[in-house]
């Protein structure tokens, strides 16, 4: 594989690979230049066009195996009989190679583009080894005997469906085999259980036609014990086929037993182009039968030339890489693969699935901590499609904190290539694949180091988030006015809903007053600039909305949260309902005020008489004898909701005096923070690190001011008035002390001055004259 082209003794051979030998030095130059003017730029950001700077670096063996496609174009235009010589040989050499590298020996190769394709042919092809008489009667010969295809639980989701419909078999032909329910791996196929339900097939008449096997499950990267299903299958007939991930490792020098295994079954897939980062190469089965008629009949082989250029690009990129390339690749993606299960064996609070799988590629991870189950509470709803136990609870929080954990180190490390995925058994999972991925990210062993780091980072966010979640719920249950929504599918620390005066306890339906009442309170929790995330949910609008708050570290103040949230909340309502109520009075108002007008100017028709009302007469009339009337109007007071006559505003020639307005009520004191905290920090008063003079020292001085000051002007006002010979007492004197010391910190420090209260109180009513 490693000769030279030039030494190849077929002439048209020779021809393309002295062709191919300037192609490439032409890539080298053009990726040399690139290089030299752009520093390192990727050769896909000379692309114009749309697809500029958005096709990843493929690499020189990319290449090749593109340019496979386009050389298949051009070979193809040969003469049928230069044609037929060149793809036969092409594809013989790729069979070879193939079968040498992953230890299979006298095998055939299919190649095909979708991976489940050759799996379809290989059925086909058993189903034409057992029943000789398919060809000629046709699907009357399944009828009387029906076939019976295996496949594992941990089998890829559609993989059944997608064959009864590639094969025209119906539903029933698909047996399903659990996997280990007490001992070995629960990714691993029950062999006993197999056995027996073989053995039911047989007594009902129906034939046990192929059982599908896994070299690596596609979640886990679990092997099922090959070794065993081979002598079962030998045993009662059935084709064996395996297909996995775990199959690139029989390139190497160290093979597990369970995955060597494989090299005796009747047919495998390989999907060599994932494995070595190799872009539009084809999927290969590779197949054992001696039948040449049967297998062209079940489509595994083809007399047309352009069907066998199929293997034109993998034959290009195997000739390109050598076979200590290939061995590279997928050594290099083995040991990353080991270096972070080893690295994630000394984390706290991470749990590996494949410990048992110290030759597997794929590393699989979940956070896990335990923690003691509490009973929900009374004023707590599930949200819909919600388990009740405590133990789903606590599942679903973990899933809801393990898919957080995985976007976020998709983020932080993209080289990494995690993907997320949901299990049966052990819930939300992040796996690490690095032999589908490395080869075409770059993923390098500093790759690896940086996950293990940003893992490490995150996982005080994830405790502290586990442990804050019952704080808050009960800050929120014993807060009134606050209503715990318990849905632990959300990765934070929890999720509120503010209860209104007109709120339907018993509905879920929407609520459009609470919907505004949530997103004023949204808007006004996201201008705090804290280090928390709120967000408006559900998503659904058939439910009610709900404030959903994100994850936390370790210093938020749980009260302070809650306490925020039904004050702001509140206030939100109460304006609300002021607006509400002033627009209600305003229009009463406007109506009575229209009535108490035109009843002012009938009143005026009957003092002034008729003859005043005619045009030229009562113009007379007037100039003669004229009419000492008042001005009559309405005032309209806003404070005190009524209306109220403007002849004392003409007359004294100044408004009359309504009542004060009330002062708008306020929520519980804001709590002091120092210079530059944010908000729902935890208080640092309790700390040794504080000094004397710190501002923390001031603002308890301003605490203590208030309190004394308080506590004198009540006495002061129940108290008759001091003669000015008395002795001030001692509280007096301290009070005044800190006084002056409260404004001399005030002097130096201007951003600790408090607020008057009189600066926005108003004195006099508001009138509209109507």
């Avoid at 063996?61 to 051009?74: D, F, R, V």
């Avoid at 901590?369 to 509490?374: D, R, V």
């Avoid at 001005?631 to 909701?641: D, E, M, S, V």
């Avoid at 944010?678 to 001031?698: A, I, M, Y």
């Amino acid at each position: 594989m490693d000769a030279p082209l030039e030494k190849i003794a077929d002439p048209t051979l020779a021809e393309m690979g002295k062709n191919l030998k300037e192609a490439m030095k032409m890539l080298e130059d053009s990726q040399r230049r690139t290089e030299e003017e752009n520093g390192k730029k990727l050769l896909s950001g000379d692309i114009p066009g749309p697809l500029q700077g958005r096709i990843q670096n493929i690499g020189e063996q990319g290449h090749i195996a593109l340019l496979g496609h386009s050389l298949g174009a051009y070979i193809s235009t040969l003469d049928k009989e230069k044609l037929r010589k060149l793809t036969t040989r092409i594809l013989s050499d790729t069979t070879l190679w193939l079968c040498r590298i992953f230890r299979y020996e006298n095998g055939c190769a299919y190649f095909h583009e979708e991976e489940r394709e050759g799996l379809a042919k290989i059925c086909r092809l058993a189903i034409h080894s057992r029943y000789e008489d398919f060809v000629v009667d046709g699907f009357n010969v399944l009828y009387n005997k029906m076939p019976v295809i295996y496949l594992s639980a941990a089998a890829r989701p559609g993989l059944g469906q997608y064959l009864c419909n590639q094969l025209g078999l119906p539903f029933p032909c698909l047996c399903r085999v659990p996997c280990n329910t007490m001992f070995g791996s629960q990714h691993q196929m029950d062999v006993a259980f197999l056995e027996k339900l073989i053995k039911d097939d047989i007594e009902q008449g129906k034939l046990p036609l192929l059982l599908v096997a896994n070299a690596g499950t596609a979640a886990v990267g679990h092997t099922d014990k090959i070794g065993r299903l081979k002598e079962l299958c030998e045993q009662y007939g059935i084709w064996l086929h395996v297909k996995g991930v775990n199959l690139a490792t029989l390139a190497l020098g160290y093979v597990s037993s369970s995955v060597l295994a494989a090299t005796k079954c009747d047919s495998m897939t390989l999907t060599p182009g994932p494995w070595l980062g190799l872009p539009a190469v084809p999927a290969v089965t590779l197949y054992k039968h001696d039948d040449p008629a049967l297998t062209l009949v079940a489509g595994l082989t083809s007399n047309k030339p352009t069907d066998k250029l199929r293997a034109l690009p993998l034959w290009l990129s195997l000739q390109y890489l050598g076979l200590d390339g290939i061995v590279e690749r997928i050594k290099h993606a083995c040991q990353l693969s080991q270096r972070l299960q080893e690295s994630l064996k000394k984390v706290n609070h991470v749990k590996i699935l494949v410990e048992d799988e110290l030759s597997s590629p794929v590393v699989v991870f979940r956070f896990f901590q335990e923690l003691p189950g509490s009973d929900p509470g009374l004023n707590a709803i599930p949200a819909p499609n919600m388990a009740l136990s405590a133990v789903s609870q606590e599942r679903h929080s973990c899933d809801a904190l393990n898919r957080w954990l995985g976007e976020q180190l998709k983020q932080l490390v993209p080289a990494s290539g995690l993907t997320v995925m949901d299990l049966e058994v052990e819930g939300t999972c992040v796996r690490f694949s690095p032999l589908t991925t490395a080869a075409v990210l770059g993923t390098r062993g500093e790759d690896v180091d940086q996950l293990v780091a940003c893992i490490q980072s995150q996982l005080p966010v994830l405790t502290c988030t586990l442990q804050l979640r019952e704080e808050f719920k009960q800050e929120v249950m014993g807060t009134a006015g606050l209503l715990y929504v318990d849905d632990p599918n959300w990765p934070g620390i929890g999720v509120v809903r503010y209860e209104h005066a007109n709120d339907d306890k018993s509905s879920l339906k929407s609520d459009p007053e609470g919907e505004k009442i949530h997103a004023g309170l949204l808007k006004k929790l996201n201008e705090l600039e804290s280090d928390l995330t709120f967000k408006m949910g559900p998503e659904y609008k058939s439910m009610k909305s709900c404030i959903y708050i994100g994850m936390a570290s370790d210093d938020i103040d749980v009260s302070e949260l809650v306490e925020t949230i039904a004050v702001t909340a509140r206030e939100i309502e109460e304006n609300s309902r002021l607006l509400e109520n002033m627009t209600e009075v305003v229009r009463k108002g406007i109506q009575e005020a229209q009535v108490q007008l035109q009843k002012a100017n009938e009143e005026r028709l009957l003092e002034e008489g008729v003859l005043r009302q005619i045009p030229v007469v009562g113009s007379v009339l007037n100039w003669f004898s004229p009419v000492q009337a008042s001005q009559k109007g309405r005032t309209f007071n806003l404070t005190a909701g009524s209306l109220e006559s403007t002849e004392h505003t003409y007359v004294y020639k100044v408004q009359g005096s309504g009542v004060t307005p009330p002062q708008t009520p306020s929520g519980a004191r804001t709590k002091q923070r120092l210079p530059g905290q944010k908000p729902f920090k935890r208080s640092l008063r309790g700390s040794d690190t504080v000094s004397e003079t710190s501002s923390v020292s001031h603002i308890e001085d301003l605490e203590k001011i208030e309190h004394l000051s308080g506590g004198q002007g009540a006495s002061e006002a129940n108290s008759p008035e001091r003669h000015p010979g008395v002795p001030t007492p001692p509280e007096a004197e301290q009070t005044g002390a800190l006084q002056d010391r409260a404004q001399h910190l005030e002097d130096d420090c201007p951003q600790m001055r408090k607020p008057r209260s009189t600066d926005l109180r108003f004195t006099q009513p508001v009138n509209s004259h109507l």
